[in-house]
C-alpha cells in the first residue's frame, strides 16, 4: 500500500496483515485509536439497524439502466461481407445462377422438334432391307392417322423385343 489513507482504510476495514498492522499501529496516535473504535460502533449499528432499502419497480428500474447503457456503448462497425469476386453472397448466387443456365444451354444438347406423321410415313415407304428375301408393304391409315408396314419372312419377333 503505498499511501497513508490507503493503509488507513485497510486498518480500519481490518484487511492488513500482522506485520503491516503493527507497524502501521505504530505510527497512529491515541485519538486515531478512538476514532477507529467509533468508527467500528458506528458500522455496527448501521449493519444492526439499515438493510437493504426495498426498490419499488426494480425491473422496470433495471430495464431503463440497461437500456441507457446499451444507447451509450458504441456499436461495433459493420464488416463488409466479401463473396465471390469481391460482391456481396446475394449477387454471387444471382450471377452463378446465370452462369449455370448459360452453360446448360451450350453444353446440352438441342432438343428438335418432334417429327411429323407426314415425316413418319415417308421413313417406313422409303425402308429397304438389305436381304432381297424381306419384303414389306406400307399401308397408310384413311384420313392420315396412322400407317401400317407389312414385313414379310421376316421370322419370329419376340413381343417384349425392340425393333431397331
Do not use: C
Not at 26 to 53: I, N, V, Y
Not at 140 to 153: F, I, M, R, T
Amino acid at each position: 500500500m503505498k499511501n497513508f489513507e490507503e493503509r488507513y482504510t485497510a486498518w480500519l476495514d481490518g484487511v492488513l496483515d500482522e506485520s503491516m498492522q503493527e507497524e502501521f499501529e505504530a505510527m497512529l496516535d491515541a485519538q486515531a485509536h478512538r476514532d477507529a473504535a467509533g468508527w467500528k460502533k458506528l458500522r455496527g449499528l448501521m449493519r444492526e439497524s439499515l438493510g437493504p432499502a426495498a426498490t419499488p419497480h426494480a425491473d422496470f428500474i433495471n430495464s431503463q439502466v440497461l437500456a441507457e447503457i446499451h444507447r451509450e456503448t458504441p456499436r461495433p462497425k459493420r464488416q463488409e461481407s466479401r463473396g465471390i469476386f469481391g460482391i456481396r453472397l446475394a449477387w454471387a448466387g444471382a450471377s452463378l445462377l446465370a452462369l449455370a443456365i448459360v452453360l446448360s444451354a451450350i453444353i446440352l444438347p438441342q432438343v428438335t422438334k418432334p417429327p411429323t406423321a407426314d415425316q413418319y410415313i415417308s421413313q417406313v415407304i422409303e425402308a429397304r432391307s438389305s436381304d432381297p428375301t424381306h419384303s414389306a408393304v406400307a399401308f397408310e391409315a384413311p384420313g392420315g392417322k396412322g400407317a401400317v408396314l407389312w414385313v414379310e419372312n421376316a421370322g419370329y419377333i419376340p413381343a417384349n423385343e425392340k425393333i431397331k
